[in-house]
C-alpha cells in the first residue's frame, strides 16, 4: 500500500486509541508499537524532555541511549530548532548519535505542549538510506499533534 494510504488510516485508528487516555506512558507505548506494527520501520519511539535534557521514553526496537543533551544529535538539534528533521543518510548528519550501527536513516519531530514548550519528540529509525521523506513529515506531525492534543494540552 501506498504511503501516504497508510497514513490516512492510522491516523483515525491511532485517534479512536488514545482518545481520552490520560495516562502519558501508556499512550506513547502504544503509539510506538502502532508505527512499528504498520511501518515495519527499525525503531519507533519516543525521547521526553526531563530535567532538561531528552530520556528515552516507550519505544519499540533495539536498546537505545538513554539521554540526550539539547542540540545533541538528530534528536537533540529537533528539540532545540523546534522542527522536523529528516536525515537520509545518518552518517552525514554531524552530531549524529549512533545507538546501533544499522541505522542509516532517520527522522525526528517535535511534540508541542499547549504553552509552546516542547514535550518531547517522535523518534524513528530506519535500516535503509533515504527511507524517509515529506509524506512522512506530515503523517509524524499529524501523529505528534494528536499526542499533544490527547497529553499536553495544559
Ligand atoms: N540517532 C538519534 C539517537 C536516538 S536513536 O536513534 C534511538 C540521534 O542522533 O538523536
Redesign the pocket.
Known amino acids: 500500500m501506498e504511503k501516504k494510504h497508510i497514513y490516512e488510516q492510522l491516523l483515525p485508528q491511532m485517534a479512536a486509541l488514545i482518545e481520552g487516555e490520560t495516562e502519558e506512558m501508556s499512550v506513547l507505548a502504544n503509539v510506538a508499537a502502532l508505527l512499528k506494527d504498520r511501518f515495519g520501520w527499525f525503531?519507533t519511539g519516543f525521547y521526553l524532555v526531563r530535567d532538561g535534557e531528552l530520556r528515552v521514553g516507550p519505544f519499540q526496537g533495539p536498546v537505545?541511549?538513554m539521554h540526550?543533551a539539547r542540540g545533541r544529535?538528530?534528536?537533540?538539534s529537533a528539540w532545540q530548532q523546534r522542527q522536523t528533521i529528516v536525515v537520509d543518510d545518518?552518517e552525514r548528519f554531524p552530531g549524529?548519535?549512533?545507538?546501533s550501527s544499522l541505522?542509516r536513516s532517520?527522522i525526528?519531530v517535535p511534540i508541542f505542549r499547549g504553552n509552546g514548550d516542547v514535550a518531547g519528540v517522535i523518534?524513528v529509525?530506519s535500516t535503509e538510506l533515504s527511507t524517509f521523506d515529506d509524506t512522512d513529515a506530515e503523517g509524524l506531525q499529524q501523529v505528534a499533534q494528536l499526542i499533544a492534543k490527547t497529553l499536553y494540552q495544559q
Open positions: 525503531w537505545a541511549c540526550i544529535g538528530v534528536c537533540g545518518v549524529h548519535i549512533a545507538c541505522s532517520e525526528v523518534d529509525d
